[in-house]
């Protein structure tokens, strides 16, 4: 008898889902450009036809019908690889109602349910991995093995997000005679998350899995320089059983953001990016009610004492502050020497260095590929030519470094750079470069270091270099910056943990993923019952058979 109401109910709830696909988007289909067995290998043609990204509704790949299209570009060549529609306000409009709607069904669904679409995800990931990074490549420039890295981060936020028939239990407690008091989370609704350009696979998983997991729905807005990762995922997740309107990707600037800011279905919203896009979307979004979590700029300082093991600094630095081109928000872009010796140790810091190759992420051999676009070199150029102009030295000069290969000739190549003798108010310290630009500043102690981290507006990530265990505690305890790392270069928590960068790097209450970010995502609920044993009636006949429904 109880299985039979489970029957009806779920076909129920498959005919509730069917009607989600109501919404307007009977243009034209798309399809991805991209196989798990046929992604790019290397960079495309030059007479290639510009892909049309698709936007995703209803689980179905739709052609725009925008008259907008911004051209993507692939930063190694500066190509026209793509073009990416700035989505119509119909479309836009459509996409939150779909999500909307989704949401009555889809937090109906049984958490075990729930867990097994996220296993299936977490295992098409996997299988889809290296599509996910040729993709990144080809849009976004970084090297084939770190754009693996990008998948990887990503993936296990959606792995730990599996755990969350262990992370979202309740709590109960029986409050007076035959009086329980429950405490559960619900979901909030439709979750808005809108994703810079530096981690194409990673930010979007940063909070699509926990989104999912917890029961809410989404309108994701990819960063319009490459949404190519983005849409192989919510395919993916489709794939494995996510149901039509639950996830639904838009794309486009401004008019896409102010979307997801202003409109009241959206509940919360998630955004990393840099400061100025940051800013305005906290502040609108939490102005008009909304919960929002917003990872910012950052300025990441490396410490290294004496004491510490040379070649583990050296190779560590270099890796930290070059490699993805700098274009990652936990690279270091400062390197603090305490006292005269480590100092002397930055010329080899340089010679390490000038020895990576710049070069195709496409190429096994390349270290570090281009920057994102052509304004960003223009941009970090002037400022390493400001710096000098305001008393830093150049030891390590990568502004005129041009590829070998000429088919790369137009590409935004910065070579590594070391610029010494900076401090506090010239430009390449007081500002995020967001290339493979490395500042270095000498102090005497370990005291002056900590003063000058805590002064910097940002706290997104920093790292110390002794094999004093005692300076590790003290910088410990006095450092203000949300993510320490002890000779570990970028100590960006697993998602066990939450990411917790502070200070300027962090707008919000709550940080994703971890804990944080199931708390962010959902809110709690008291219910407290009284039942007396008395009117206990035996209702249902027992049955012999094990349950198999969800
Ligand atoms: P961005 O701020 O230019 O863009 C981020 C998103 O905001 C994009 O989707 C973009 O379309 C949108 N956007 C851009 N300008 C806007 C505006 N004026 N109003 C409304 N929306 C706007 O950032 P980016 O260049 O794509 O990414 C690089 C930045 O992201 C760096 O500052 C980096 O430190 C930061 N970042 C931070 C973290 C972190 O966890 N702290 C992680 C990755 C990247």
Redesign the pocket.
Known sequence: MLSRVLQVSAKKQAGRFAKVGFVRFQSSLLKLNTSVENFPTNHLESKSEPYLTPSFFNNQLIKSEANTWYDIHDPATNQVIAKVPQSTAQELDDAVKAADEAFHTWKNYSIIRRQGIAFKFVELLKLNMDRLAAMIVLEQGKTFPDAKGDVLRGLQVAEQACNVTNDLQGISLEVAKDMETKMIREPLGVIGS??????PAM?PLWALPLVLVTGNTTVI?????VPGASMIIAQLAAEAGVPPGVINIVHG??DT?NKIIEDPRIKAIT????????K??HDKGSALGKRVQA????KNHLVVLPDANKNQFINAVVGAAFGAAGQ??MAISVLVTVGKETNEWVKEVAQDASRLNVGSGFDPNSDLGPL?NPESLTRAKEIITDSVKQGAQLLLDGTDFTPANPKFSKGNFLGPTILTNTKPGIRAYDE?I?GPVLSVINVDTLDEAIELINKNKYG?GVSLFTSSGGAAQKFNKEINCGQVGINVPIPVPLPMFS?T?NKG??LGDLN?YGKAGLTFLTQPKTITSLWKPENVEEILKPSTSMPTQH
């Not at 809108?194 to 981690?199: A, H, R, S, T, V």
């Not at 807005?221 to 320089?225: A, G, I, L, V, Y």
């Not at 990872?295 to 950052?298: E, M």
């Open positions: 809108i994703c810079p350009f530096n981690f930010v807005k990819p960063s319009e320089r600037k401004h953001v955004f990393v990016g840099g400061d100025k896009a940051g305005y979307i990872n910012l700029g950052a990652r928000c994102i995020e967001f997104n990411f960068g790097s962090f994703f």
